[in-house]
């Protein structure tokens, strides 16, 4: 079921543009998390949510952004893309301990 | 959080049992086991967790070592859809801040 949706699925963009990688969730959870994840690598945590207007960093520094004005939307902004920014991004929400729901991912390439 | 050891591949007949084993020697008492699957790069798929006793669901059964330090994931009759990176994390209070590590890649051959 489709409870979490990432779009777009894949974004091929130049150099400098800025990028919004769009993650929303229909389930009501508070938490929200965002990882980035190499081809055949480990996934990343870079950013989480608890709430609404609360975001913080996560484990791998990333130079995107966040921002939580909803409890059922999270999205990633790139300022500026670079081709070290290609990889895929995963968007993710839980409640409590209850297991993680995670989105398909975003898979972006920076020529 | 506690960190988790997996080998890093293993094979498994079409049909057969697929056990995939997983160490957590330094769980502490509050944190659950949890196993994902992940299929071709997409989101990772919730499988199963436990905090001390055997779990089972539709999709696998999960044996927990009395100390807590290693436990299991079973399927019990693998498919070549089982094919995927299965990961083994151990969470405290935060589901999400949790490291999910290189995993097992599982393949189940015909």
């Known amino acids: 079921e489709a409870d979490i949706y990432q779009t777009p699925r894949y974004l091929v963009i130049g150099t400098g543009k800025k990028i919004t990688l769009e993650c929303s969730q229909t389930m009501g959870h508070d938490k929200m998390y965002w990882y980035q994840q190499d081809p055949g690598m480990e996934l990343h945590l870079i950013h989480y949510?608890?709430?609404?207007?609360?975001?913080e960093k996560g484990d791998l520094s990333s130079e995107s952004t966040v921002s939580r004005i909803r409890t059922e939307h999270f999205p990633l902004t790139l300022e500026s893309a670079r081709p070290s920014h290609t990889s895929q991004y995963l968007c993710a929400s839980s409640v409590r301990q209850s297991p993680l729901h995670f989105g398909n991912g975003t898979r972006l390439t920076v020529t | 959080d506690a960190k988790t050891t997996q080998p890093t591949s293993m094979d498994c007949a079409e049909g057969r049992a697929a056990n995939l084993p997983c160490n957590h020697s330094t769980i502490s008492g509050n944190e659950y086991v949890y196993w994902y699957r992940q299929i071709h790069s997409q989101g990772p798929q919730y499988i199963i967790h436990?905090?001390?006793n055997n779990e089972t669901n539709e999709m696998a059964s999960l044996i927990i070592t009395e100390d807590r330090k290693s436990s299991t994931l079973i399927l019990p009759h693998a498919t070549l859809r089982d094919t995927a990176v299965y990961y083994c994390?151990?969470?405290?209070?935060?589901?999400?801040?949790?490291?999910f590590g290189d995993g097992t890649t599982l393949t189940v051959k015909p």
């Open positions: 949510s608890y709430g609404v207007n609360s975001t």
């Open positions: 436990g905090l001390k």
């Open positions: 994390i151990v969470i405290g209070t935060n589901a999400g801040k949790s490291t």
